[in-house]
């Protein structure tokens, strides 16, 4: 028998002191359904999160995720919080529920995936993504976070960039770009990139075969490059405010 689940209700960002909501991605694996639990956090304490760049994809919201609880931390702790998030989550003293617990949300189906691929098998994942931990229901919130995203992405101690799920050629892709990585030296400073060698000349005699395996790889990151993330504006702000970041596909 089915069980029938309310809708997630957002409690409301506190503004004084200001508030940051975050997830915590639990963990699973395979066709398990994706629990989530909604944080309230305070802004000024600077807690360590990843944010998600990703592109939203159909604004249809086909795929269902489970919000097990919110907490929010109790205001008279805020001071003793460091700002390793696993402390804020470990001390039933510091945090409150709210009685919205097992309800569901809505989300796109790209999302859907990312999450399911992104979730660890046996360690909580603290993530802050737009379309989750913005009330998108909310046109006053939703105007004062977006406005505050670039500090969102510059703050997260890391971003995960996901560009979808695999397809036939995108481990060639990511394997030959790492390859070529390793030869590359980048300089922000003038915006230079350079190729390091370890001889300065080098004879190449390709064969037919050899010819058709470069073609495949270059195939495979041309492919790679035309996802959809590498055509939106505003990813270059997400990617060039990060202080550490990883694609993943």
């Known amino acids: 028998m089915s069980i029938s689940r309310a809708s997630y209700v957002y409690s409301p960002l506190r503004s004084d002191p200001e508030e940051i ?8 694996a395979g066709g398990d359904e994706i629990l989530i639990e909604m944080v309230h956090l305070p802004w000024d304490k600077k807690p360590k999160y990843e944010a998600l760049s990703y592109v ?22 805020r001071a003793r919080f460091g700002e390793h998030i696993s402390k804020m989550f470990s001390h039933p003293r510091r945090r409150k529920t709210s009685p919205n617990d097992g309800q569901t949300l809505a989300i796109g ?23 989750i931990c913005i009330n998108q229901e909310d046109p006053a919130e939703r105007s004062k976070e977006v406005a505050k995203m670039g500090e969102i992405y510059s703050h997260a101690h890391r971003v995960v960039v996901w560009l979808g799920k695999a397809s036939d050629d995108s481990a060639m892709a990511v394997s030959t770009l790492a390859e070529i990585g390793q030869d590359l030296k980048y300089s922000d400073v003038g915006i230079s990139v350079a190729w390091e060698m370890e001889q300065e000349t080098e004879e190449l005699r390709l064969g037919s075969r050899d010819i058709e395996a470069v073609r495949t ?33």
């Open 21 to 28: 909501r975050v997830i915590k991605l639990l963990p699973g």
């Open 56 to 77: 939203w994809g159909s604004p249809a919201r086909t795929d269902e995720i489970l919000v097990i609880r919110t907490l929010i931390i109790e205001r008279s702790r």
């Open 109 to 131: 189906e790209n999302l859907f995936i990312a999450l399911k691929h992104l979730r660890r098998g046996d360690k909580v994942r603290v993530l802050w993504i737009d379309a």
């Open 217 to 249: 790889c270059w195939g495979a990151i041309n492919s790679l490059l035309d996802r959809p993330w590498f055509s939106r504006l505003w990813v270059i702000q997400e990617i060039k405010l990060a202080s550490d970041a990883i694609v993943v596909v």
